[in-house]
Each structure stands twice: as structure tokens, then as C-alpha cells.
């Protein structure tokens, strides 16, 4: 099992920057990705990035080029630098864990994008 807590979240206007943390009980070492996806109101969760312990990294098309994600060296924090923000970037972000195909979530931390 992994816990996860998601930090750094909040409100910015359009073009400014932000970045969420998230802190996982187990190292990435012993699992197979972390990474974040989003649930904007009305609509499903969706990804946004993953990065495995070799620090391979995966985004989706809406945020390439705008977001980056990275991990520490023990591979316990993991973070999602958002630059150029716009409000449909307005979301819950959650931060999450693959275990062998079993998904673990944060408790989401609110972006919020205004124009």
C-alpha cells in the first residue's frame, strides 16, 4: 500500500506558474510510476504525467511543453512544475501510485486558473 499527500496547490492568474508536490510512504523504487492526473468539474480524470525510478517520463498533449514532472533523489517526492497556466488547467490534481497494475491516489490538492 502507498499513502500519498499532495501539497501546492492554489490560485494564479493565466500565464503564471505553479508547482504541487506530492509525498509517497514507499520510494518509487519499489513501485512502478508515479505520477498526476487531474479532474476538472464535470468532467473525468485525466492524465497529466507520470515518471518511473529510471525518471522516464510520460505527459499528456495538453500540458507538453507547459509542465514538467520530476522526482528526488530518494524517489519519496515527486513534482509537477506548471508554467503558462491556463484556466482549463483549472482542476483537482491527485497525485498517484502504480503498484503492479494497483492504483493509489492522493486526496487531490484545487488549481485554480483564473483569466
Known amino acids: 500500500q502507498v499513502h500519498l499527500v499532495e501539497s501546492g496547490g492554489g490560485l494564479v492568474q493565466a500565464g503564471g506558474s505553479l508547482r504541487v508536490s506530492c509525498l509517497a510512504s514507499?520510494?518509487?523504487?519499489?513501485?512502478?510510476?508515479l505520477g498526476w492526473y487531474r479532474q476538472a468539474p464535470g468532467k473525468q480524470r485525466e492524465l497529466v504525467a507520470t515518471i518511473t525510478s529510471r525518471r522516464r517520463t510520460n505527459y499528456a498533449d495538453s500540458v507538453k511543453g507547459r509542465f514538467t514532472i520530476s522526482r528526488d533523489n530518494a524517489g519519496s517526492t515527486v513534482y509537477l512544475q506548471m508554467n503558462s497556466l491556463n484556466p482549463e488547467d483549472t482542476a483537482v490534481y491527485y497525485c498517484?501510485?502504480?503498484?503492479?497494475?494497483?492504483?493509489?491516489w492522493g486526496q487531490g490538492t484545487q488549481v485554480t486558473v483564473s483569466s
Open positions: 498517484n501510485a502504480d503498484v503492479n497494475g494497483n492504483l493509489y
Open positions: 514507499r520510494s518509487i523504487f519499489t513501485i512502478n510510476a
